[in-house]
Each structure stands twice: as C-alpha cells, then as structure tokens.
C-alpha cells in the first residue's frame, strides 16, 4: 500500500464533530495543496478541485465504482452490485430500470400533482406561523412523495428515513460512526428484502423494478439493492436541499425578495443552494491505472474521495464562491455528481424542490430562523432541525 | 466540429436544448436532436456550454 501513498499527504480528520460540523476550512486546505492529497487515516486520496473531480467523475474507465465508493471494506462489500458500485455493463442495465420511471419524460405527468402536494403542505404551515422546517417541511415532503412513488407499504415506512441516512454513513471510514451505522444499513435491506413484490402499489417505481426482474431485463437478486437506491437516495438529499433552502433564505432576505419577485429564478435559486450547501459531501472511486493530474501521477488501485461539496465551493471555478447568490445559477454544479453516476433522481429531486419553493414563494414574505441543529453524518451534510417563524405575504 | 449524443446515456434533461436551443432540441417525446450538422466557429461557445450542462456526461464534441 506504501507504494499508493507517494504525493502530497494531509493528516487530516474529516470526521471528527468540528470537522463533520464545518468541513470547508479542510478542504480547501485539501484544494489548495494539490489536485490529489492523500489521507493517511483512511487510506484514501481526496480529490477538491471542481476540474479534478468533474474530470474523474465523467471518466469511469480510469475511476472505477465497481469496488465501492465507500471508505471501508465491510460497507464496500455489502453494497457490492448496487447501482453506485458498479461500471458498465452492469450498470447500464441497472440504470435503464431507474430511468425509465426517473427520466424527465417518465416524470412529467407527475408534476400537476406534486405541485398541488407541495402547496397543501405549504398552506397550513404559513397559516400556523411557526414551525420546524426539517420536520415539518423538509422531511414530510419527499417522504410522503418518494414513498408512494416507490409504492411502498405503509407499514414499515417510519424507520425508512433512518435507514437512508444509516446506508449513507455507513460508508465512512472504519470507527464507531460506521459501526453505528452498519448494522442499519443491513436492517433496511432486510426491510427490503421482506416485502413482497406484490404488496408494493401497482404501477409504482418499486413494482417495476420486480418487473423488469420477471421479463429478464435485470437479475432477480438485483431487485433488493435497486430498491436500497430509491429508499436511500430519494431522501436525504431532498430533505436537506429544502431545509437548507429555507436557512439560506433566512439568512438572505435580498435573495428570497429577488425569487419572489421573479419565481423563474426558482430552478436557479435551487441550484444556488444545492452548490453552496451539497448534500452529499463525497463518493469514492478507485483508480484503474496510474492517472495524471496537473502534474501528479495517483497510482493504480488508489481509492480516492470525489469530494463534491468542495469542488462546488472552489474559488478555481466559481467566482467568490462563499456568495450565495440565486442569479449565479451554477447549472454545472458537482451536487449530484456527474457523469454516469450522475443522480438518476436528478429530475426528481429538482421537481420536489421547485414546487415547495413556488409554494413557499407564493405566501411566504419573509423567513425567521432559530439556531439550526445540525444532523451528523459521515457523508450527508444536513440539519436535524431548524426552528422557523414565517411572515406571509 | 459535431455534436455527438450518446444516445444511450442521455436522459432528456434538457438543459443542453437551453443552452443552445438553435443547436438542440428536445421534443415531447424525451428525444434530443441535433440540429446542426457543422457547428461554425461562432457557435462553439453554445455547443461547449451544451456540453458542460449535461449532467449525466451524454454529449460530445467531435472535430
Ligand atoms: S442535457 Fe444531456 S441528458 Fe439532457 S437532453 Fe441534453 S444530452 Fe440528454
């Protein structure tokens, strides 16, 4: 392994509380020192700079998912076969099941609904005045849309959310983090795996994934691991692209008067918060031959940190990018990767996101927050709650 | 210089066709279309910005 480590090296612990509480200071400490910089305490390089990582996530011959895109060995191989952690073909076939149900086409008739979902959750929150806009707001939203999409049966549904965000820490690096999260990674695949194709609603994502398995398009054992993709991914993410939305509005009146006064910006004002604020904070991949980079040669076989949020903040690419600034509409933001791997809920997500901001823009002139509790989580970056007072109008 | 869609991978986003919507166009149907053979000198700049909005990598530039 010494042999991997040849190159510029950080002794930097990006788990810690403080670090998991305000990553930003270490990477750009991480962008600064090199394209790649090795982390001894994991055995794994990091990647900061938006040209690097936008680079390696659009080549997935030379960076390879196929052996996990997590920083242990136990999580890497539980999630063997899922659609994060594959290459072509396999992947392809896995991807076409996603998209046929996540494309933009598939999702269009779903828009008038979710748009009318979005303003009835919205209305009696304005009205009530106060409320917790990750409870309340955030969480409820995707929770009630995803989970119906996905057609899952309402028993069992309270835990999902937990289990998402347990399936997204356990890929961290070895330590009691991840051997809290692990064991409910594997509760939520057996969850998973305990639910009769036939109980899921017909017509939804999940029964088509069954589906595609019965007409042979995929394989039977990788029904389970695609419905770990819908449940694990189509959470969080949403939940903290809203919450956060409300807090950077809070935060910035002048920007929320400038949606209000034109929701056109809507998509670019979401795109604005899903740069400063990326949810996901990294995936990994590992090099399938030596790479240069500026210079830098990262060895065959090195896993290295994609670190999305903080090549979405490098000054390399966006001007003053600590600004948050709804005109700015960063459409080539790395918050949902790219590439291959780019999200398949992409259209989703943005969907989701656009009707609670148009519902909110509607009523909402101004947000008051309370101190944000922040939720720690080795890969997602998002709040717990996030006490708010609205004044419509 | 061309643009080449990777069929296969593009998803119908979009936002290739509103970058360049004289270079690309996508229909009800979720299909992309390229509607310009040659891109000029001139709308290189257009065809790249088409290029680096895609987020899921489906389009290329070929000379
Ligand atoms: S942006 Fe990419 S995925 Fe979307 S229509 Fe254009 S080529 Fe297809």
Request: with cysteine; aromatic share 6%.
């Amino acid at each position: 392994m010494t042999s991997l480590a040849e190159g510029p090296a950080l002794d930097l612990d990006l788990f810690s509380d403080a670090a998991l509480t305000d990553p930003f200071p270490l990477y750009r400490r991480i962008r600064d020192t090199a394209p790649a910089v090795h982390l001894p305490r994991y055995g794994a390089w990091a990647m900061g700079r938006y040209a690097d990582v936008r680079g390696a996530l659009g080549d997935w011959e030379s960076f390879s998912s196929a052996r996990g895109i997590g920083l242990n060995d136990l999580a890497n191989a539980a999630t063997q076969g899922m659609i994060i952690a594959t290459d072509p073909p396999e992947h392809d076939t896995l991807r076409n099941v996603l998209a046929a149900r996540l494309s933009p086409k598939a999702l269009r008739d779903l828009r008038a609904d979710i748009e009318r979902r979005a303003d009835e959750l919205v209305a009696p929150l304005v009205e009530r005045g106060s409320f917790d806009a990750v409870a309340d707001l955030a969480r409820a939203f995707p929770i009630m849309i995803v989970l119906d999409l996905i057609g899952l049966p309402q028993d069992g549904r309270d835990k999902v959310l937990g289990w998402a965000d347990a399936a997204f820490s356990a890929s961290g690096p070895p330590g009691p983090r991840t051997d809290a999260a692990f064991p409910l990674l594997q509760d939520q695949l057996a969850y998973l795996s305990g639910i009769e194709p036939g109980a899921l609603t017909p017509g939804s994502m999940g029964r088509a994934i069954y589906d595609a398995a019965a007409q042979g398009l995929i394989k039977q054992e990788s029904c389970v691991p695609l419905m770990s993709a819908y449940v694990t991914a189509g959470l969080d993410t949403t939940i903290n692209a809203i919450s956060n939305a409300v807090y950077y509005f809070a935060e910035h009146p002048e920007q929320w008067d400038l949606v209000r006064q034109d929701p056109s910006l809507i998509p670019a004002a979401l795109n604005e918060v899903l740069r400063i604020e990326s949810p996901l904070q990294f995936f990994c991949r590992v090099a399938t031959r030596d790479v240069e980079l500026d210079g830098q040669t990262l060895a065959e076989g090195s896993r290295v940190m994609m670190l999305y949020a903080s090549a979405n903040r490098d000054e390399r690419k966006w001007d003053d990018p600590e600004r948050f600034d709804v005109r700015r509409n960063p459409v080539d933001h790395l918050a949902f990767g790219y590439g291959m791997h780019g999200c398949a809920g992409q259209g989703l997500a943005r969907l989701e996101g656009h009707s609670v901001l148009a519902a909110l823009a509607r009523r909402v002139a101004r947000f008051e927050v309370g101190t944000p509790r922040r939720r720690l989580n080795q890969l997602i970056r998002g709040l717990d709650a996030l006490p708010t007072t609205v004044h419509a109008g | 210089m061309r643009i080449i869609v990777d069929e296969a991978r593009c998803e119908g986003y979009g936002f290739c066709a509103e970058a360049a919507p004289h270079l690309l166009e996508l229909d009800d149907e979720g299909e992309l279309t390229v509607l310009t053979e040659q891109v000029g000198q001139d709308e290189r700049a257009d065809a790249e910005a088409a290029v680096r909005v895609c987020p899921v990598a489906a389009l290329k530039l070929a000379p």
